[in-house]
């Protein structure tokens, strides 16, 4: 029997809708902004009444930041990213979880442990390998004394250069393994049954089949789930797109808002900048609203 509370259901739904006027608070004063004039939006306070400016911004906050290309380099990226998380988060959990070899378990910390090192810890060394994806190989060479002997034999000089610098690989690549994906296949994958594994094997699937026909179809939430917050976190990404995009024909949404605050001394034109937020801050907005049930399937549903 269910228990009437009146005043405790009363209680919850007070601390939700607070709990949501606090979310929703910054998402309606940026359009309020982005909807207002030059003098309007510099009032102190300013006014939380709707202007009539809204078009005429997102208008001039499209042009002046280029928005267009911006937004398609940002859903690649984005897109590249969460995709490849998924499939080598995947990839990594099965051979964790399915196959029997020495020290899979330390790998699995050595993975779980770079939890603990974002982006921005290991920048400087990513960004020397992005800027040369061959200099690991050179300096094995000038070490071993490979390429002295090349020189002395053939007269010519070893020098492995591959540049990544202002290209979607050089993008993409750094930012795919994700042990927090690991880890969430690995819990998924831990709870499959056993008997479905000895099943598969009696029917001939090999360890490829079993993963594409059997648990790919099973972790469907979990990869949407994964994938969405991916997304979002590739899409918002801004010291990396900042520091190896020098042309603009690869740079991103997100960086590119700097272009709608002016220099010192110049006059903060606010309401286009508030415009140019609400422009590239939407469409991950979007990707939330419909990938909600499956964000809440894939992390907290259990059948199989």
């Known amino acids: 029997m269910v228990e009437r509370t009146p005043f405790l259901n009363f209680f919850t739904h007070l601390i939700l809708f607070v709990g949501f006027v606090f979310c929703v608070a910054p998402f309606a004063v940026v359009a309020i902004a982005a909807s207002h004039n030059l003098r309007d939006v510099n009032d102190v306070p300013m006014s939380l009444l709707p ?23 940002s859903f690649i990226v984005a897109g590249g990213v969460a995709a490849g998380k998924v499939i080598i988060s995947a990839l990594t959990a099965f051979a964790i979880v399915y196959f029997r070899f020495p020290g899979r378990m330390f790998i699995f910390w050595l993975i779980f442990v770079t939890l603990m090192l974002p982006l921005e810890v290991r920048i400087v060394p990513t960004y020397a390998v992005v800027a040369n994806v061959l200099s690991p190989y050179q300096a094995i060479l000038d070490v071993t004394g490979f390429s002295w002997l090349i020189e002395k034999l053939s007269g010519v000089q070893v020098s492995l250069n591959l540049g990544l610098l202002n290209s979607y690989p050089g993008l993409i690549l750094p930012l795919v393994a994700t042990a927090t994906g690991t880890f969430l296949y690995r819990q998924f994958f831990l709870t499959v049954p ?18 594409i026909d059997v648990l790919l179809p099973l972790s469907r939430n979990n990869m949407a789930a994964l994938g969405t917050i991916m997304f979002l976190w590739a899409w918002n990404q801004y010291l990396w797109p900042l520091l190896i995009t020098t042309d603009q024909s690869h740079a991103m949404a997100v960086t590119e808002l700097k272009q ?9 034109e606010w309401h286009i ?22 964000i809440v399937r894939g992390l907290i549903a259990t059948e199989k």
């Open 273 to 294: 900048a508030m415009a140019g937020t609400l422009i590239v801050m939407l469409p991950p907005l979007l990707v939330v609203v419909l990938m909600q049930r499956w």
């Open 51 to 73: 202007g009539s400016d809204f078009w005429v911004n997102i208008k001039t906050a499209w042009v002046t930041a280029g928005l267009g290309p911006k937004l398609l380099n």
């Open 194 to 211: 056993d008997e479905l594994t000895e099943a598969a094997r009696m029917d001939g699937a090999g360890p490829l089949r079993f993963f």
């Open 260 to 268: 709608l605050i002016p220099n010192v001394g110049g006059t903060p």
